[in-house]
């Protein structure tokens, strides 16, 4: 039951921009910490931002700092992560994921980002 659909994602030029998004089911979705991670082929999964349950806050990588914001709809059972100013170190696959207080995840399936000219 428990589904985390990320979409957005595709090919955009450097410089451009796009907004990803997460649409969340089968569990408490106000309850848990949202994040987008992100992983090339190759290297490990990373951490991109994190946002409490609220929508304070959480982390954000110094890589994206500044061009990336992440938010949620908690109505909407929904995260999303706004690029902007887009680089081609940017293209990876992107994926949300859902943490409670103890640690437990739920990861999605992961969205393309293509950042090239």
């Known amino acids: 039951q428990v589904q985390l659909v990320e979409s957005g994602g595709g090919l955009v030029q450097p410089g451009g921009s796009l907004r990803l998004s997460c649409a969340a089911s089968?569990?408490?979705?106000?309850?848990?910490?949202m994040s987008w991670y992100r992983q090339a082929p190759g290297k490990e999964r990373e951490l991109v931002a994190g946002?409490?349950?609220?929508?304070?806050?959480?982390s954000v990588a110094d890589s994206v700092k500044g061009r990336f914001t992440i938010s949620r709809d908690n109505a909407k059972n929904t995260v999303y992560l706004q690029m902007n100013s887009l680089k081609p170190e940017d293209t990876a696959v992107y994926y949300c994921?859902?943490?409670?207080?103890?640690?437990?995840?739920?990861w999605g399936q992961g969205t393309q980002v293509t950042v090239s000219s």
């Open positions: 994921n859902a943490q409670n207080y103890n640690g437990f995840k739920y």
């Open positions: 089968g569990f408490t979705f106000s309850m848990y910490v």
């Open positions: 946002l409490t349950p609220t929508g304070g806050s959480i």
